[in-house]
């Protein structure tokens, strides 16, 4: 590569260097583009595929009206075999909700599913919702070995 090779815009952003110094920048860009190309590519795989690396599930935080909605919430999912397991907590929320601040009782449902099953989760979850804005939250974690094999088979 000889100096008149180079882009325009490359002559710009490596500046007034030797033609070794701007052959060397220029090749060290470029790994870093390879490697943030390869590193978007595999994010993609894993989201595409629901392989996920390093036992990666995904916890879906969902905020609830009531016990009953919460349990509603749950069974759908569970029956849908988008989650393999979901929990139910009772908290208190604090929020602004249009102009006023609210202190309310609600009940949070915790979801487990893959990577690739969650955009389908998350869809499920508006279907039944009765919230007007419903509290979807992902949350990417690492399982221990037999759990996340117990996640794989379970959600379909």
């Not at 100096?3 to 002559?11: G, I, P, Q, V, Y």
């Not at 029956?79 to 006023?100: P, V």
């Not at 599913?113 to 979850?125: C, I, N, S, Y």
């Amino acid at each position: 590569m000889v100096l008149a090779e180079l882009r325009e815009s490359d002559k710009i952003i490596y500046g007034n260097f030797n033609e070794a110094t701007i052959i060397k920048r220029y090749h060290v860009n470029y790994f870093i583009d390879v490697i943030f190309f390869l590193s978007f590519y595999c994010e993609t795989f894993v989201k595409q595929t629901g392989t996920g690396t390093m036992n990666e599930i995904i916890l879906v935080y969902i905020t609830n009206p009531n016990s009953d909605h919460a349990e509603k919430v749950s069974k759908h999912l569970i029956e849908k075999r988008l989650a393999a397991c979901t929990n139910i907590y009772q908290i208190n929320s604090m929020f602004h909700w249009k102009g006023d601040v609210e202190n309310e009782g609600e009940y949070v449902v915790i979801a487990k599913t893959t990577p690739g099953r969650a955009d389908d989760l998350e869809k499920a979850v508006a279907e039944v919702h009765e919230y007007e804005v419903p509290c979807i939250l992902r949350i990417s974690a690492h399982a221990n070995d037999s759990y996340y094999k117990w996640i794989q088979e379970e959600v379909k």
